[in-house]
């Protein structure tokens, strides 16, 4: 019999690749701490499904281009599997199956009763229509539906999708099914069942995780911000209003600094205008490099993974790293900065808070029903903060970093899942 466990000696060393090879690294260590069987360890480093597909996509000029497609339900053990869809051109199996194995842990860390799961498109979005685009996100929909759906998998949005993204989602899982079914995805808009507070609940979690990381006043604290899409740029705004200094932030356009703060607010809507960073002229032009190793308190990576290696580690002035993105940093930059004395906030307990609110939303369209701001903002608030403090404590009480300790509380209810459901048959 063959056993489709991720081969650690691949061809090529692409970008997911090596993605994959730090969610298995990270699982290897906090198997070892919990003393799991060899059986179990396998199974937690193998998705549950994988699913590939070609996505033929009609081009406005009457071209036919095909792209490829993936779904990854890394475990679904703990409730149906959930995880964000990205639109990425470099987007390929294996990020997306580290993508879905660290949402596996981070519902388990922060308590939320789903599995992980993942999916990707290795399209650049940018480059196409708006009608291109929905003709994409529908065709790709129904390649994958006979894995999605409320009590299966849970789609959301992730880098290069938004709730228009997740409409077009709905609706064709809807066409499909013959009614509406709010419930197939979250990030919707507020007007086909969203939540109030779930656009900026990923930001709001790391705002709350950093806060509660510094541990002192935040007010001057000065932070820098990789990335300024829909985590990044509320990140930063969530921490200018709380009293940061947001001295520096990046995004694929470029990267701008000010000594004195950015006005994060003026930032945005030079953003939305402009469609980058790049040229905002209150503040100095910055490379992206020189982000990394600016003097700052806190260093905030809010785009993609692999940007933290062994190369930029040992010149990271922040004494504190929250990780936005899933996966910014490498082992090897782990293993320096932690030397170093700098915390990491790691990914799954810092960026859990979209999720959480994911898990809200969908319990109210379950329930046909629907929460206040105050109420969504205090159970994600609560789920956070429960969270940020187990980790914590459990950190202190076994010599661990914040990443080991998260993932032996994540990994640990996923193996105690599977031992009290047994194996069937
Ligand atoms: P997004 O597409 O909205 O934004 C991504 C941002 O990163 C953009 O500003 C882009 O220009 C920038 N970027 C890309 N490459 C860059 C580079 N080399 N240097 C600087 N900036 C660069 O995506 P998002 O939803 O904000 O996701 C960002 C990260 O957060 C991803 O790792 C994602 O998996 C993670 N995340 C997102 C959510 C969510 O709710 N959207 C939840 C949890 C985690």
């Not at 597909?53 to 993936?70: I, L, N, T």
Request: glycine share 10%; net charge negative.
């Amino acid at each position: 019999m063959t056993v489709m466990v991720p081969s650690r000696t691949p061809a090529q060393i692409t970008p997911g690749r090596q993605a994959l090879d730090s969610a298995l690294h990270q699982l290897d260590q906090a198997a070892a701490h919990l003393g799991l069987d060899d059986g179990l360890h396998t199974m937690l480093a193998t998705p549950r499904r994988s699913l590939t597909v070609s996505v033929p996509v009609r081009r406005e000029d009457g071209r036919m281009d095909v792209v490829q497609g993936f779904r990854v339900q890394h475990n679904v053990s703990r409730g149906p599997a959930k995880g964000g869809i990205r639109f990425h051109p470099s987007t390929d199996i294996h990020e997306v199956t580290a993508l879905a194995m660290w949402m596996t842990w981070k519902c388990a860390l922060v308590g939320i009763p789903y599995g992980g799961a993942k999916g990707g498109v290795a399209v650049d979005p940018t480059v196409l229509t708006t009608r291109e685009l929905e003709r994409l996100t529908r065709r790709y929909v129904n390649e994958i539906l006979p894995l999605i759906g409320p009590e299966k998998d849970i789609p959301a949005p992730d880098v290069g999708t938004d709730e228009q993204t997740m409409a077009w989602i709905m609706d064709t899982y809807s066409v499909n099914t013959g009614y509406s079914v709010p419930g197939v995805v979250t990030g919707k808009p507020m007007t086909l069942g969203g939540s109030l507070g779930r656009a900026g609940s990923t930001s709001r979690g790391v705002q709350i995780a950093a806060l509660a990381a510094l541990g002192r006043s935040p007010e001057g604290v000065r932070v820098a911000v990789q990335g300024f899409g829909k985590v990044g740029a509320l990140a930063a705004q969530y921490l200018a209003d709380a009293g940061c200094r947001v001295v520096a932030v990046s995004d694929v356009s470029g990267a701008v600094y000010s000594a004195s703060g950015l006005d994060v607010s003026d930032l945005r809507a030079w953003v939305a205008e402009s469609g980058g960073v790049y040229g905002y002229r209150h503040a100095d032009a910055l490379s992206h490099d020189e982000l990394f190793e600016l003097d700052v308190d806190v260093l905030v990576p809010a785009a993609l993974e692999g940007v933290i290696t062994a190369a930029n580690a040992p010149r990271i002035k922040a004494r504190l790293v929250v990780e936005g993105a899933n996966g910014p940093t490498t082992p090897e930059a782990d293993e320096i900065l932690a030397a170093n004395g700098t915390v990491i906030v790691p990914d799954i307990l810092a960026n859990a808070g979209g999720v959480i609110v994911s898990y809200l939303e969908w319990v109210q369209n379950m329930q046909a029903y629907s929460w206040s701001a105050a109420e969504v903002e205090m159970k994600l608030r609560d789920l956070m903060q429960n969270a940020y403090g187990e980790v914590k404590s459990l950190a202190a009480d076994r010599d661990l970093t914040l990443r080991q300790a998260a993932h032996v509380i994540g990994v640990g209810r996923v193996a105690e899942a599977h031992q009290m459901r047994g194996l069937y048959p």
